[in-house]
């Protein structure tokens, strides 16, 4: 959430297999690839769903089911009940896709591409992207394509 991804190399966003993971609210600009999904839980990673493997040992470690993980994470309580092997709660939305030759790559159906993104080739609201300075935004621009996009916070953005 709130992250400019700029001339990112293949993949500027990785989901591998993984539910409750939203990409909104972004900026992906001049990326191949902005988003990468699979399903891989389902298909050749499915042995680390097995009991005693991997994701069981490492959630009986943190104690998943019991405060503060299952009040902070609810939806963990039920991990193994929900069929964890397909992604889910996972949503692309609010977000800019500037120059981006694919906005999304692999299985869409485990992440949903909602209508509020905006796809375009004008330059989306930003004085200028040749000097990298994000900070100047015309946000009244991107407010037409995309209802309640959020100002990024720069302030808080970056090395400090």
Known sequence: MENTFYKVGRWAVFVGGGSDCPVYNNLFADCNIAIHVDNRLANWESSRLK?????????????YDQPPY????????????????IPKRNQVSKNIFYNVNKPIEGNKECFPFCENNWITSQLPGFKSLDKKDFTKIDYKKILRYIEGFEKFPFDKMGRK
Not at 51 to 63: C, G, Q
Not at 70 to 85: D, G, K, L, T
């Open 51 to 63: 009991p005693n493997d991997l994701f069981d040992r490492k959630l009986k470690a943190v104690k």
């Open 70 to 85: 299952s009040i902070r994470y609810p939806e963990i309580v039920n991990y193994w009940e929900e069929m964890p092997q």
